[in-house]
């Protein structure tokens, strides 16, 4: 079919997009994207097909969100067969007769996940849920947006394809750094970076400087305050590289994750391709992610426990092996094959997915094996 893929827009490109430029990949398709921080010739180097911004600008706001809904709103899209949205606003488009959508969710908006109580918030949140019912066919990134598509929208997905990771810009092999932690990721509160630096403060304590030291990758609201508050085993990078973030990732013996209910996050199955164990909130969805004991650590997100979570993940050995082939069950060739799974069941206009279960013995599910059971 031809198809186009929309996405909302971003001002840093991140897991959302690697979404959206594998997608166009697959299907072959153009690209529509609502707002961007970066140029075109970032896209067109990296997308297959035509691609179109309806904007640039460097910041979001609530009321540039509710232009590119309105952009969406009377966006013409006629000639595709096809077209697969990525981001909230995008589920404002208006198909055509016998158009086919397939919207695919990272997360529900903030607005729903943690309603402040104002009255703009709560019509944002009506409408997002009168148009999420509107769309035909809609995949979530996780088992976690899973559920939280039942607990908002009273509406399970029809199916469930884990975002691709790019595995193989990793390698297991690199020789560790004896004690080198590595967290990565922006510094704000929802990321949790203060609890991973108070944890290292408590690690710093009676050591002589050979004890377990914590870097830093990323930048944001908080780096001030910590480059101010950090002791001497936390080192503050901001943005760096992706030669130097795979480096670091390769060469750390252990990785740090906290991210508050991340719907899916990429950085922890990007530590384990590069071999290196993760201390890993247990909380969904990381902990479908990482098995405590053989992929990393879980802990709660305290200094304490982080400290203690680091202290058992660097006093043991870990099977690199192990942790690579734990990473690879989200790589690009299992996200093309639930996309393609998608499309055509929605071609044949088959609903029950079990059926293909059946038939074929394929799961549109997150891998198995990956931690317990979330609450």
Sequence with gaps: MNATVIHDGTVHPGGAVDVVLETARVLDADLVVGFSGKDMSWWTDRAPNDVRILTYRE??????????????????LQEYDLVVSSGPSTK?????????????????????????????????????RLETWAVPTVVANSEL????????????????????????????????????????GRL?????????????????????????????????????????TAPENVTVEGYVSDETLVEAV???????FLANREDFGITPVEYLAAGT?????DEPNTNNQVTDGETGVLVDPTPEAVADGV???????????????????????????????????????????????????????????HGGDAP
């Design 59 to 76: 910041k979001t706001s609530t009321v540039r969100d509710a232009v590119s809904a309105w952009r969406w709103l009377n966006l013409d």
């Design 92 to 128: 404002f488009y208006q198909p055509y007769d016998d158009q086919r959508i397939v919207h695919y969710m990272h997360h529900p908006p903030l607005s729903s996940l943690w309603f402040d109580g104002g009255l703009f918030s709560y019509a944002v949140k009506v409408l997002d």
């Design 145 to 184: 947006t899973a559920r939280r598509m039942v607990a908002h929208y009273d509406r399970e997905p029809d199916a469930v394809v884990t975002p691709p990771v790019m595995v193989d810009r990793f390698s297991p092999d690199r020789e560790k750094r004896p004690n080198e932690v590595v967290m990565v």
């Design 188 to 228: 704000e509160e929802r990321k949790r970076p203060e609890v991973a630096v108070r944890a290292f403060e408590r690690l710093s304590s009676g050591t002589e400087g050979d004890g377990p030291h914590l870097r830093l990758l990323g930048d944001g609201p908080l780096r001030s305050k910590i480059e101010r």
């Design 250 to 256: 390769e060469r750390a013996s252990a990785g740090v």
């Design 277 to 281: 164990p993760v201390v890993a909130v």
């Design 311 to 369: 202290e058992r993940t660097l006093g043991q050995e870990w099977d690199r092996d192990r942790l690579r082939t734990s990473a690879e069950s989200y790589g690009p060739a299992a996200f093309e094959r639930g996309i393609r799974e998608v499309i055509e069941d929605m071609t044949h206009g088959t609903s029950d997915r079990s059926e293909r279960a059946a038939r074929d013995g394929s799961t549109m599910s997150e891998p198995p094996g």
